[in-house]
């Protein structure tokens, strides 16, 4: 009984619905693994994800993520992400329309526009980090939530940002930050600077040399 019971969740886990085409895992530094259906399978590349999975990255890991329009979604060590509503479908101006939520639980977190060739499409990306929402059109932004602070940094383009404390606003300008601490309110936008920005930035890049599958 035991056995059939994993065989069936090793087969959910692997089962692809239509929707997980639009994202895909392009490397990893492990351990990473997907929570899925109450089973959890270490994450290869080329695994395709799907509603309601959940990704966790342990100690030292990396994960570069493919969404089928061409974007990369970049995750640190110690990291969950949650994934809803991936999928495609046509959009009004008789494109395909990419949509997809993700939740940022804990960890460092990078959404980038237009790293990888794609065919074209129109895309509705939803960001949560914890307490931060933020909505993507072309952009490049860093994220992070840990126990002291949810924090979002647009590195270019435009995204709109909402939190309970400050309402909805727009970022627009090319190295800024929002942070909104965990024992205090939200502070006011500011720039950043660009070598904490590398700092940051390089929490969720997979080095050269530490495997990992495609560059």
């Known amino acids: 009984m035991r056995i059939r019971s994993s065989v069936c969740a090793l087969l959910a886990l692997l089962a692809a619905p239509a929707a997980a085409q639009t994202l895909t895992v392009e490397g990893v530094v492990s351990p990473a693994w997907v929570e899925r259906g109450g089973a959890r399978l270490p994450l290869a590349v080329g695994m395709r994800l799907s509603d309601r999975d959940r ?7 990396r994960l570069l993520l493919r969404m089928v329009e061409g974007s990369a979604v970049k995750l640190g060590e110690n990291a969950t992400l949650a994934l809803d509503g991936l999928t495609q479908k046509q959009g ?3 494109r395909r329309l990419v949509t997809a939520a993700l939740d940022v639980v804990q960890g460092a977190f990078r959404f980038t526009t237009g790293i990888f060739d794609s065919p074209p499409a129109g895309r509705d990306v939803r960001i949560k980090i914890r307490t931060v929402n933020a909505g993507i059109r072309g952009t490049d932004l860093w994220g992070k939530s840990d126990d ?6 647009l590195i270019e383009g435009k995204i709109s940002v909402a939190h309970p404390q400050t309402g909805e606003f727009t970022m627009a300008e090319p190295l800024s930050f929002f942070v909104a601490p965990r024992d205090a309110k939200p502070l ?10 590398g700092l940051w930035a390089a929490e969720t890049e997979i080095e050269a040399g530490r495997g990992g599958g495609r560059p």
Do not use: E, Y
């Open 55 to 61: 990704v966790v990255t342990g100690a030292g890991s």
């Open 148 to 153: 002291k602070r949810d924090l979002v940094c």
């Open 92 to 94: 009004g101006d008789s």
């Open 188 to 197: 006011p936008v500011a720039p950043v600077d660009p070598k904490q920005l």
